[in-house]
């Protein structure tokens, strides 16, 4: 997964996402777009204090933390023209369109890996 500068982060993070920094702060946007500050993941509840911009945020790198969906909930959107990712434990993607969904064999994923990856779903 790239990191991005805080520039990109904003541009890129949705509402409902999650971007976190090399130092593990995070920052979130609240139901009126209004980026909001956290020390960590677990605190974030849009209550977070709003995020101002400083000469420290120059060289920050984020990235942006998936949102993640069952499997069943992936198929769904995919079943609806949706582009879906499966992503491994060291944050690989993989994405799977039409062409590969329909000619899955044991080399391009195992039943296991679709059980218990981590999905996602693309706007």
């Known amino acids: 997964m790239d990191k991005l500068t805080t520039g ?9 996402e999650v971007a976190e920094d090399e130092n593990g702060w995070c920052v979130a946007f609240d139901e009126e777009r209004v980026l909001r500050f956290y020390s960590s993941r677990d605190e974030i ?3 977070g204090t709003k995020y101002w911009i400083s ?6 790198k984020w990235r942006i933390i998936p949102k993640f969906v069952s499997f069943e909930k992936a198929i769904r959107a995919f079943k609806e023209g949706k582009l879906i ?6 944050d690989y ?12 064999t044991e080399e391009t994923i195992t039943f296991n890996e679709i059980l218990n990856a981590k999905w996602t779903i693309e706007d």
Do not use: V
Not at 85 to 90: A, E, H, I, L, V
């Open 45 to 47: 509840d849009g209550k």
């Open 93 to 104: 993607e993989i994405h799977y369109g039409e062409y590969l969904l329909n000619n899955l």
């Open 8 to 16: 990109q982060m904003i541009d890129q993070l949705k509402i409902g």
């Open 85 to 90: 990712k499966s992503w491994t434990d060291n």
């Open 55 to 60: 000469n420290e945020d120059t060289n920050a």
